[in-house]
């Protein structure tokens, strides 16, 4: 399978990027490499969760359609933000259903996804080595009940996680015919 699989959408301008998958995918290293090379403002979506949501979560419980509503809310204003400003941007956030990321492109213009896809079994690994995440392992089995991939009408692209992070998201400048803004950047 070829690891951008969708049609490559063509990028508005402003755009903000919104780098989405299960927890342990990626997300935060793809897009704060993109962010850096492209010299874009960078938001770790996870940080605007609120304390509820991420207490919950440590202690093992998957977060209902309801938990996420407000911090879905939170990422989509950061986005609006920048596209407000004229900006660009990268954001992560798991945007795990179509609605969820209806709320996030609540303008239809303006966003596309980046979707970091792998296995149950590439991504379970990584976060048993992960340390110092809230999330724990024990919860990617209710992320992937949860996941609706992008379908062909969403703006976005679906990107295999299987090279390392740096060429994954040189892969993803490449295709949206993005180039560096910053000397010597990772």
Known sequence: MDPLDLVTPALPEPVVLVVM?????????????????????FEEGDALHPQANVDKMAAGHPLTDEDRYPWLEKVAGWVDRRLDHGENGVITCSALKRSYRNIINRRRSGVVFIFLAGSPETIGA????????????????????????????????????????????????????????TRGAP
């Open 126 to 181: 990584r976060l048993v080595e992960r340390h110092g995440h809230f999330m724990p392992a024990s919860l990617l089995a209710s992320q992937f009940a949860d996941l609706e991939e992008l379908s062909e009408d969403e703006p976005g692209i679906r990107v295999d996680i299987d090279p390392d992070p740096g060429m994954i998201a040189q892969r993803i400048m490449d295709q949206f015919g993005l180039r560096s803004e």
């Open 21 to 41: 998958g299960v927890s342990g995918s990626g997300k935060s290293t793809v897009a704060a490499l993109l962010a850096g090379r492209l010299g874009w403002a």
